[in-house]
């Protein structure tokens, strides 16, 4: 397993951006497939984006589509949310993950972050 700390959430107005960092200790990172979900109080675990271990494809949620970019430096062990046009539905606790196993679904990741809030006001 790999650990994984999450950054960069906070409060932001509708329509506006904010970009999130995930951690990953250890010499492995780039063999784990790496992907963020989010929760929101009173909601399942829902699938964001997840990138391929070697950067070269993403995937995306549909209610993210367009407006959210994942990337990932692996030389740096970190993965990337960047949210863009963002709106009050976002709110939600986001969490970063990694598998060896690309998936959309939460129990295909055996490693979690401990969340970061992000809040959108309306």
């Known amino acids: 397993q790999v650990q994984l700390v999450e950054s960069g959430g906070g409060l932001v107005q509708a329509g506006g951006s904010l970009r999130l960092s995930c951690a990953a200790s250890?010499?492995?990172?780039?063999?784990?497939?790496m992907a963020w979900f989010r929760q929101a109080p009173g909601k399942e675990r829902e699938f964001a984006a997840a990138i391929m271990r070697s950067g070269d494809s993403t995937y995306y949620g549909d209610s993210v589509k367009g407006r959210f970019t994942i990337s990932r430096d692996n030389a740096k062990n970190t993965v990337y949310l960047e949210m863009n046009s963002l709106k009050p539905e976002d709110t939600a606790v986001y969490y970063c993950?990694?598998?060896?196993?690309?998936?959309?679904?939460?129990?295909?990741?055996?490693?979690w972050g401990q969340g970061t809030q992000v809040t959108v006001s309306s």
């Open positions: 250890g010499r492995t990172f780039s063999s784990y497939h």
């Open positions: 993950a990694a598998s060896r196993i690309l998936s959309r679904i939460a129990a295909a990741y055996d490693s």
